[in-house]
């Protein structure tokens, strides 16, 4: 019974490949979100989508894709990895995109090499 | 400025001490703060809000301080248990409209020794 959940847990591979990351939240939230965190801990969010519409992209390259294909789920589609991507990416989500409390994923921890 | 931010410590005290941490956040039009904790290799996970006119849960503290823009946290007889990374989250809604945007400090590192 697991709130929010990613797969896969860990994520090795070459540069210049693409790879996806999967969340899934059970708790019939409206919002979800994807966060980088860095190897000096720096959490920063990337995107947010309310309810499969993006509501929150920062700067980030294009190189990233959210996909949402309804609101319990929200994909992250990495192409042309860097060794700069190297970090993990926590999924999370909150009851609505209102400053409410957010349930974070265990993280998948993507290594670029 | 960061935006927010917070003294990445460690702090380092005995079992039973008291500590307390500040966060502070650069936007003035910053609506709602928490506190989270996040273990070694783990997710964040939400400690406590924090509401204007202070709260405790337990052993722990939270203040805001709207004027001086910063929020604090107070840990009263710490336990072993109590060594994690604490993050401050600020919410800002922007002056573009939009929705809330989440911001976490660094975290600062907390480590409880017997």
């Keep these: ?113 | 400025r960061k935006e927010v931010e917070q003294d990445p410590g460690p702090f380092n005290v005995p079992e039973g001490a008291t500590v307390a941490f500040n966060c502070t956040y650069s936007n003035s039009a910053s609506q709602s703060f928490f506190w989270y904790r996040q273990d070694c290799r783990k997710e964040p996970k939400l400690l406590m809000s924090v509401y204007s006119s202070g709260n405790e849960d337990g052993r722990f503290t939270a203040q805001l301080n709207r004027a001086s823009q910063y929020i604090s946290l107070l840990i009263r007889d710490s336990k072993l248990s109590d060594s994690a990374t604490y993050l401050c989250v600020v919410n800002t809604f922007p002056a573009s409209g939009g929705s809330y945007i989440p911001t976490f400090g660094r975290g600062t590192s907390l480590i409880v020794h017997p």
Aim: glycine fraction near 6%; include cysteine.
């Design chain 1, 1 to 113: 019974d697991t709130a929010v959940s990613q797969t896969p847990k860990y994520l090795v591979t070459q540069m210049g490949n693409d790879k996806s990351i999967k969340c899934e939240q059970n708790l019939g939230h409206d919002t979800m979100y994807w966060y980088k965190q860095d190897s000096k801990k720096f959490l920063k969010i990337m995107f947010s989508y309310n309810n499969k519409e993006l509501i929150i992209n920062e700067t980030v390259p294009n190189r990233f894709s959210p996909k949402s294909p309804d609101k319990a789920h929200l994909n992250l589609h990495i192409n042309s990895l860097e060794l700069g991507d190297s970090a993990v990416y926590f999924c999370a989500s909150s009851v609505d995109r209102g400053a409410d409390t957010q349930y974070f994923g265990p993280g998948t921890r993507l290594t670029v090499l």
